[in-house]
Each structure stands twice: as C-alpha cells, then as structure tokens.
C-alpha cells in the first residue's frame, strides 16, 4: 500500500466531515463504545506495539536525549488502557453536543430562522508522547461530529499505529476517512498550510510549541500557552482560609498550568499571615522566592523581576506583599497570563472589584485556582484549556469543539417585500422550540 | 501636541479596555448617545472636514485614480449624517450584550461557578472609505464594552479626524483612551503584529484585503472574504416560487455578498422554469451564463470554469442544470464559499438533506438568499458578517463582540479535598439565576 499524501488524507477528512454533520448522537456514540470494546479486546497488540516505543525510548533516556518522565508518559500498562477505555465511554455518555437549538425566531408569518449548533468540520491536532491522547482526542471528535487528523508524536509511533488502526476498523460504520493519522514532521508544515480545508487547529504541549503553531499558521488555534496562575490574600481574608488555599494552589499538583506561580499579600495582613503559611509550604519543600516587602518578615531568596512572568510548573513560588488591592490588580494585569486568579477576601465589595477587574478566563473568590478544570467545571471530558478569547476560553468541553449554523424555513419570502417605501415589517419574534431541518416547528 | 507611536496608542486602549469591562450599560449607552448629540451639533465642521475629502477624490478621479462610487461613498451629506445618528441612537438602544450570565452552576455546597459574557478587550478595525464606517464601528465597540483601533482610508482622513475628535470629546465620560485614531498605512502593519495586546481584527473591504490581513497576522479575524451564493431549483419546487425568489436573490440588490451568483435547476423542471425566469431575468437587464445543458433550453452565453467560482457582485448569475439533489450539493461543495444557500422546494425531506449536507453559515429553505443579514436576521446593528467558522459566523451582531468569563465563589474550598481516595463529590447541578460579582446567588 502506498502511503497517502497529507492533502489527499484532508481532502478524505473533508469529505467525511459533511457526512458525519448527518449522524446521530446514537450513531456517533455507538461507534465511540466500537473503540473502547476493540481497544480491550486487542490490548495485547497494543501493549506489544507500545513496548517498542518504550523499548526505544529507553535507548534514548540511556543516551541522555529523553527524561525519565517522557519515558514514563510513553507506557501503556493495562490498568492505564482500562482508564482510557473508561474515557471514552464516558465521552459515549455525554449529553450530543450538536442540534441544540441557540435561537428560534419568527422574522414573520411562516419565515422562521434557527440558529444550532453543528460540527467545526475538519479540526487538525498535534500532540505530544502520551499515546492516550490519540484515544482521547478521537473520541471527542466523534461525539462532536467532527473529522480529525492526528498527528501524534513520533516517540509513540508504533502505539500510534495500531491504536489508530483499531479505531479505524472499530467505526467502519462512520464515514471512510473521518480520522486520518499523519506521522512526519514534515506534515505538521503542510497541515498549517491548509487554511482552506483545515478549520481549526488544537496543539498540545509546551507554551513554546503552542505559541510556534499559532506564529506559523492561518488556521485558527484553540490552545493554551501560559498558566502565570495568582492567589492574592486581601486585607479582609480569613487567614487560615487563605493559608489553605494558597497551600492547595500550589502543591496539591504543581507541574499543571493551574497551579498559583505568584502569592500577593496585602501589607496589613503579611505579618499574621506569612510565617504560617511559609512553614505549611515548607513541610512540603516548596521553594519560595520573594520581594523586599515579603523577605522583611519571612527568610526567603530574592526574587529578580523574571519570577513574576514566570510559569515554574514546579514546587517553586514567588511572593509579594502589596499596599492595596489596586496594586496587586496592578500585578497581575501586569505579568499574568489571563488564565486563573483568585482572591481570599471576607468583603464582598472587595471581591467584586478584583473579580471585575481582572481580564482573565477564570476568576475566583475563596477557592483554589486549581478548580479551573474541566472536570471540575462539569464540562465532562476537557478538549484543552484556552489561554485565547476568541470562540472558547478557559477549560474547553465538546461545546468548544462546535459553531453553529442559521437555518431560514420560508414559504417564497422574498427581500423586496420588506425593502422600499411600502416595506413590510418584521416581526422579530423569539419563541421556545427545537427543530430539525426540513421540518416547521408547528 | 506630538503624534504619540501605535504601540502607546495600544497601550492606553488596553488600559481603558480594562476600566470599560466596569462600565454599566446605562454608562455606555449614555456616552453612546452624546456622540449622537455632538454630530447633530457639529454638523458643520463635518461637513466642512468632508468637503476637502471630497475635492481631493474629485481631482483623483479626474486623473483617472478613483471610481465614481468611492468619490459618492465617501461624501456626507446632511441627511446621511442624520441617518448616522440614528443608527448610533438606536445601538444605544440595543439590550445589553454584557453580563449574560450563561450557565450558573452548583459544582458543591457554597461553590458555585458563573459563565458571564464580558467584553473581548482592544478590537482593531480597518475599514474602506465610508466616514460613516468609522462612526458605527465605534458605537457597536462601546455598546460592548471593548477598546477599538480605528484606522480608516486616507481618502477620508479629514472627516475622520473630525469625526474622532468629535467622539473622543463626546464620551469624556468613557475611560480615556477607549477608542484610538491610527491613520498611516505603515501603522496596519505595526497593528498586526501586536498580537499580545490587540485581541480581535475586524477588516471591512474586499475579499481580497480580508485576506491579506488574514495572512498577515496571528491575531484571530472576524471578517468576511467572499460570498459565492446558491439558490436550488429542485424537481419539486413551486416554479413561480422559485421564479420569484431566483429574481429576488440577483437583481433586489446585487452588490452584497448574499445576492446569489449561480442558479442550479434540477433538469426535471429546467424546461419549465428557465425561459420565463430568462425573461424576468432581461427585463432588469442580468447577464447570463450557463452551461451546455441550460443552453439547449435558453439562449444565453457560455459559462466556464471560472465562472462557477466567482462572487460578480454585479448583474450577472452564472446558470447550470443538474441532473438530482445530490449533484447540486457536489456542485455547491466545490465552487461555493460556505456564506448561504437556499433550496426551492415542496417536498421537506428533500430540503433537510439539502440544510443538512451544505457546510455554510447560513441554509435556506424556500426564502431568498438576500434574508442573510443582520438586521433582518434581528441581530439589531450588524457588526460584519463572517465566512469563518470559529467564534461567530454568518451575520454578527453585538454579541460576536463578546467573550465570556468563568467566576467561581466559594468559602475557602481547595482541590485537595476532591481529589485522593477519600475525594468528596462534585455536585455539578446547574440553576437558573444571574448574578453580579461579589454577590452569592441565594
């Protein structure tokens, strides 16, 4: 068999997408379940075809090119196949995300305009080892009527393959071509060339990747760069709250984009608050790293001006103590990344003013920062996380992965009726009312 | 006074972006109005300001560099600049398109999250000749709380100047800053490479500039490229009806980019309905071309390939036969721009397959293409119509202007809690109820 170009597999994809916009919630859901029952029947075929890439990537990891951790993301083991069949049932489960109608509205007797929710169309992913999100992607692409191409990471080739294979051959009854897997480096190029057929493209990874994709491409992006996360601890906090809070932010799982990177203390409360606080963080050998203001009360490092626009990932924490609430809004609008901020604080006006203040996808009020989640959320499976503001922002569920489209059911209605000096008026009614095409709503 | 740099220009957009977002609807459609106020009282300036536009263009077309039309669209008169205040009256007028709250949901007791619309920040627009443009794009920013770089064409400079200076003084109330003159050329490129700090690019002129800004840039677009539209003559259709409508489509107004610019006729009823639709068709004098199975039932010239693919903007409609449903979906797949297409037709199962297979923004089923807008979609004041599929598409109106926010309140709660073996539940129950920052629900 030879191989396929990237512009033929699209143009497959393209093809596909417009039928699979006609499935059913019940078509495309039975053939999410096809790929969980095919991946637990053929899990020795996965397994083998994974032990090659770990196989390799030890080779590698010994040569110094690999971390112990991508090595360890690569493994597929079978209670790890288990949950990410678990996954996609789920995702078989969700409420359809696609026919819902958004508005119903008479423009006049017998011409109704429905706008709904339909399918992106072709949406073009990059990703990195973790094989699983192959499984996870294709799954959501699916229930969202979507055709998608797949562009794993080349360490996780030979489980990429055959996990490609099966969903291939276990959705037979979806439309030939709806999931194309791409394989080169060189593709990733030609994929972010394909403005006309590709309509939108969702990388996961490093910032610095998510940030090459969208400087190297017209397609629009949905993905997420920077997570510089703050708590700030309000003259009104309650102070055990706060410690609390700050504690979880950070360590209950540091290396994720929703983990605070920076703490800000208003002055009036940093004395009572911070050597509390700093022996909780201690405990856990969180490294902290702090002004002028903060290393007057609390024995820390110095942080240089690179600390506050820096995402660690890590148990690492920067600190500042602040005069008001207005400069720590100051702070943040400054060197955060409009991801997630929260405030402790008992004074609602206060919260009000940050909360309104604050141009970030998510802002909170006495809660951890580590809520912002799509699971958390209830937004079931997440897509990603979008740093943009355009289409979907925050953690993004399968509603991001649909647009809309009007539908206008007339009866011979023409414009010139309604222009000119004798021009009939509007109606302009909203009204209750689901819809399927081809059928009135009375 | 010393031109300040665009980069500083944006600066102070950005920071008036963030106070706007603050602003009640009241505010913002006060301020609204006294632009209203002041171009009624300025008329004269205006005019004046104008008048040296318009001697300009004039000389310029004597030397053969601009069109007639772009002089005539270029000049205000009294009765235009009373057509503009009203429009702006009547944004004022509109709901509010901020502080919707979309979802309001319990995720456990006391943590409640809230999906509100809120402004997208700094909206960059860069539009053709009209003064007019100018002043309707920074009504519709205001409404919806957004920052707006405003760069016209040179032609219009003077009245533009004029017009800005007028708004600038007239919303002394508005956050300084809030709407920004740029008026060289070089300033688009400086523009469009601030994608940190400008958050959407609405470009209003030909297809061909949406494009290159579209290229040029790794800001999101929303703008609309080309409007290559259909109206279907099914084997079923009611052929006065489709008479009447095919006319409509062409001739009410054929400038727009939702006149239809190739009829398709199912060949069952092409003998039919081509030679008196021909005939209302030379009555308003519409150049015809068709293809060889049209031209064996009506005399008219021949279209080639190129003719499919082309948005005329003019009296002119390209016509093919078809010989089924199916070969009219091929045709409107290969050749069309996804902006709208209607189908003519009695039988409903046939134009749901027709809605349900066509990938555009907006589908028609028995009513004219020209319907596709946003006034008489009920939008109220249009902001543009878009052919890209992410974020809004079709007509937009004040809400494609939004984005929205997640806000969470709780009362100290952290991850930790729901995480582990012992991990609490989330509720994940969603309520009806609004919301303003600070305040809880019940």
Redesign the interface.
Same mark, same amino acid.
């Given at each position: 068999m030879t191989e396929k170009s990237t512009e033929s597999k699209v143009e497959e994809a393209q093809t596909a997408?417009?039928e699979l916009? =006609?499935y059913s919630n019940d078509e495309r859901s039975r053939a999410i379940r096809s790929i969980a029952d095919a991946i637990d029947a053929r899990r020795d075929e996965i397994i083998a075809a994974n032990a090659t890439d770990v196989e390799e990537a030890e080779r590698l990891l010994e040569a110094g090119e690999y971390s112990r951790a991508l090595v360890d993301r690569l493994k597929l083991s079978p209670s790890k196949l288990e949950s990410i069949t678990d996954m996609v049932r789920s995702v078989a489960g969700q409420d359809d995300p696609l026919g819902k109608t958004q508005t119903a509205?008479r423009?006049d007797d017998d011409?109704e305009?429905y706008k709904q929710t339909v399918p992106? &169309?072709v949406i073009g992913t990059i990703f990195e080892s973790r094989p699983d999100a192959l499984v996870q992607i294709a799954a959501l692409a699916l229930k969202s009527g979507n055709a998608v191409i797949l562009k794993g990471g080349s360490e996780a080739s030979e489980s990429n393959r055959v996990l490609f294979e099966i969903i291939r051959e276990a959705t037979s009854e979806a439309p030939a071509g709806w999931a194309q897997l791409v394989e080169a480096r060189a593709d990733v190029d030609a994929l972010l060339e394909m !403005?006309d057929s590709i309509?939108?493209v969702m990388p996961r990874g490093s910032s610095a990747f998510v940030s090459y994709i969208? !400087?190297n491409t017209?397609i629009?992006v949905l993905g997420h760069t920077e997570g510089v996360c703050h708590v700030y601890v309000d003259s009104e906090a309650?102070l055990e709250?706060a410690t609390?809070?700050a +504690?979880?932010?950070k360590v209950? +799982?540091p290396a994720v984009c929703n983990a605070v990177e920076t703490l800000l203390v208003h002055e009036e409360v940093a004395e009572a608050f911070l050597p509390a606080t700093i022996d909780r963080y201690a405990e856990a050998g969180v490294e902290l790293r702090g002004d002028d203001a903060s290393r007057t009360i609390v024995d820390i490092d110095a942080a240089t001006e690179e600390d506050w626009a820096t995402e660690y990932g890590d148990l690492i924490l920067s600190i500042t103590v602040v005069d008001s609430l207005e400069a720590a809004l100051s702070h943040v609008?400054a060197y955060g990344s409009k991801h997630t901020e929260s405030i402790?604080t008992e004074d609602?006006?206060? /919260? /009000?003013?940050f909360?309104?203040?604050l !141009?970030?996808?998510?802002?909170?009020?006495? /809660?951890?920062t580590?809520?912002?989640d799509g699971y958390?959320? *209830?937004l079931g499976a997440e897509v990603g996380i979008s740093t *943009? =503001?355009?289409?979907a922002?925050?953690?993004v569920g399968l509603e991001g992965l649909t647009? +809309?489209?009007?539908?206008?059911? $007339? !009866? $011979?209605?023409?414009?010139?009726t309604? /222009?000119g000096a004798d021009a009939k008026e509007?109606v302009?009614e909203d009204f209750d009312g689901s819809w399927?095409? &081809?059928?009135r709503s009375r």
């Amino acid at each position: 068999m030879t191989e396929k170009s990237t512009e033929s597999k699209v143009e497959e994809a393209q093809t596909a997408a417009l039928e699979l916009a =006609k499935y059913s919630n019940d078509e495309r859901s039975r053939a999410i379940r096809s790929i969980a029952d095919a991946i637990d029947a053929r899990r020795d075929e996965i397994i083998a075809a994974n032990a090659t890439d770990v196989e390799e990537a030890e080779r590698l990891l010994e040569a110094g090119e690999y971390s112990r951790a991508l090595v360890d993301r690569l493994k597929l083991s079978p209670s790890k196949l288990e949950s990410i069949t678990d996954m996609v049932r789920s995702v078989a489960g969700q409420d359809d995300p696609l026919g819902k109608t958004q508005t119903a509205r008479r423009l006049d007797d017998d011409l109704e305009l429905y706008k709904q929710t339909v399918p992106i &169309g072709v949406i073009g992913t990059i990703f990195e080892s973790r094989p699983d999100a192959l499984v996870q992607i294709a799954a959501l692409a699916l229930k969202s009527g979507n055709a998608v191409i797949l562009k794993g990471g080349s360490e996780a080739s030979e489980s990429n393959r055959v996990l490609f294979e099966i969903i291939r051959e276990a959705t037979s009854e979806a439309p030939a071509g709806w999931a194309q897997l791409v394989e080169a480096r060189a593709d990733v190029d030609a994929l972010l060339e394909m !403005d006309d057929s590709i309509d939108l493209v969702m990388p996961r990874g490093s910032s610095a990747f998510v940030s090459y994709i969208q !400087d190297n491409t017209s397609i629009p992006v949905l993905g997420h760069t920077e997570g510089v996360c703050h708590v700030y601890v309000d003259s009104e906090a309650d102070l055990e709250m706060a410690t609390e809070i700050a +504690y979880d932010a950070k360590v209950q +799982y540091p290396a994720v984009c929703n983990a605070v990177e920076t703490l800000l203390v208003h002055e009036e409360v940093a004395e009572a608050f911070l050597p509390a606080t700093i022996d909780r963080y201690a405990e856990a050998g969180v490294e902290l790293r702090g002004d002028d203001a903060s290393r007057t009360i609390v024995d820390i490092d110095a942080a240089t001006e690179e600390d506050w626009a820096t995402e660690y990932g890590d148990l690492i924490l920067s600190i500042t103590v602040v005069d008001s609430l207005e400069a720590a809004l100051s702070h943040v609008n400054a060197y955060g990344s409009k991801h997630t901020e929260s405030i402790v604080t008992e004074d609602s006006d206060r /919260a /009000a003013t940050f909360m309104r203040s604050l !141009d970030s996808a998510s802002v909170f009020h006495n /809660a951890s920062t580590r809520f912002s989640d799509g699971y958390r959320f *209830g937004l079931g499976a997440e897509v990603g996380i979008s740093t *943009g =503001k355009i289409h979907a922002r925050g953690p993004v569920g399968l509603e991001g992965l649909t647009t +809309y489209q009007y539908y206008l059911e $007339g !009866d $011979g209605q023409v414009v010139g009726t309604y /222009a000119g000096a004798d021009a009939k008026e509007f109606v302009h009614e909203d009204f209750d009312g689901s819809w399927t095409p &081809g059928s009135r709503s009375r």
